[in-house]
């Protein structure tokens, strides 16, 4: 990505201009075209109510199955909308023939809303959770699995990226290991969407989720599901509705082929265009160009921060996102938030009830998230620098 290319894009995102955005991992800047995608449905309804409008944008609203087929390399068939990724989590999972006594693998980087939905299993369904442990770099410990498994585990559920640690966790070589033992490969996808370059074929996951708002730089409400054609035919969904299934005869229906049996019917249609825009506009950039700029930034601010004598990194893993953590030495991590907003920085704050399992094994009761896209700049990651010196 040339810094022509960087100017371009900041331009085609007014924000830019005003704040410094480094909360990329919470909700992105929506670019001009996302904006307009939105607001362009939204005057149609206005004008036609929304059934017309909707059947006037047929065509682009059935261009969001083959543009989020394309970000993944999956087939159109093989996804589904969905209000936010922990929806389309929750249709995946629950559907799986889950009985009591069945194992789940998972890590303590898991995302809170999924490790709660294990809770909820192993409350109504009496299924057993097993926590694979980390390897000395804080990522999920592959080579660890063998000796977990047991005739009756089922899943092995991984976050690709999670959202409280810089690091990356292995999904190709965890889809390997799930090939071999014959396990359901589900993986939480919403922090690596729109800043990886990745395939659902080469990670051989069974079923992966995505959401609109983060890296994608998509509307808020609005998620995605693939679920491999096969598992999906062979599943039924938690419920049904006129979307998910045709109703057939008085006292009968059919279940809609592919993953599209787990959408629901009535839906935000102006957000769903609005995530195809966004899509299309990460496809057009290109994900392997994105990836390549957002590393390279992440590297350059964990170098600014690491000469900063008030702060401590935190990040993890062997390989890095464009997720950089830490917490302050002298000032809390609020604190900081607070004083980075007085400048026009926006971050996140972290804590310790948001990722349990993760951070009060770390002895973190808080940190503070700074996420990098690629519209971020060199002068943007110095600013942070100097501000945060001065706090
Ligand atoms: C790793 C991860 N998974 C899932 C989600 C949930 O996405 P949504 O809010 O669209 O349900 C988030 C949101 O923060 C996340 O960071």
Redesign the pocket.
């Known amino acids: 990505m040339t810094p022509e290319d960087v100017q371009r894009l900041r331009h085609e995102t007014p924000a830019c201009g005003e704040i410094a955005h480094f909360d990329n ?2 909700a992105s800047l929506m670019p001009n075209a996302v904006v307009h995608a939105v607001t362009g449905h939204l005057e149609l309804e206005r004008k036609f109510g929304g059934y017309e409008a909707a059947a006037r944008a047929t065509d682009r609203l059935q261009s969001f199955y083959t543009a989020i087929a394309s970000l993944l390399g999956a087939e159109p068939e093989e996804i589904a909308f ?8 929750d249709m995946a999972v629950y559907a799986l023939p889950l009985d009591e006594g069945d194992r789940i693998l998972t890590h303590a980087s898991e ?4 490790y709660l939905a294990f809770l909820h299993l192993a409350k109504q369904r009496g299924i057993q959770i097993d926590l694979i442990p980390s390897d000395e770099s804080g990522q999920v410990d592959l080579d660890a699995i063998p000796k977990l498994l047991t005739p009756r585990t089922k899943i092995l559920a991984l ?5 409280q640690d810089g690091l990356i966790n292995p999904a190709e070589e965890a889809g390997e290991i799930a090939k071999n033992y014959g396990l359901t490969y589900v993986l ?4 690596a969407a729109g800043q990886l370059s990745f395939d659902v074929k080469k990670i051989g996951c069974h079923i992966l ?6 890296f994608l730089r998509g509307p808020r409400g ?2 995605f599901l693939y679920m491999e054609k096969t598992l999906a035919e062979q599943l039924d969904p938690p419920f049904v509705d006129a979307q998910s299934a045709e109703w057939t005869g008085p006292q009968t229906y059919k279940l809609m082929p592919g993953a599209r049996r787990f959408e629901s019917f009535e839906r935000n249609f102006a957000g769903m265009l609005g995530l195809t825009t966004a899509v299309d506009y990460a496809l057009a950039i290109g994900l392997k160009p994105i990836e390549d700029r957002i590393t390279a930034l992440s590297h350059m601010f964990r170098e600014k921060l690491a000469e900063l004598p008030q702060v401590r990194l935190l990040d993890q893993g062997k390989k890095k996102s464009g997720i950089v953590t830490f917490e302050g030495l002298k000032t809390d991590a609020a604190t900081i938030a607070a004083e980075l907003r007085e400048q026009n920085i926006t971050v996140s704050v972290l804590t310790e009830n948001q990722a349990w399992l993760d951070l009060q094994d770390r002895k973190l009761p808080a940190l503070v998230r700074a996420s990098v896209h690629y519209f971020n700049t060199e002068d943007e990651i110095d600013h942070f620098g100097k501000t945060l010196q001065a706090i």
Do not use: F, I, L
């Open positions: 991992a919470g969905a209000e936010n990724a922990t929806r389309a989590w995302y809170r809303s999924n976050t690709h990226v999670p959202m939480d996808s919403c922090q989720t995505g959401t609109g708002r983060k609005t998620g």
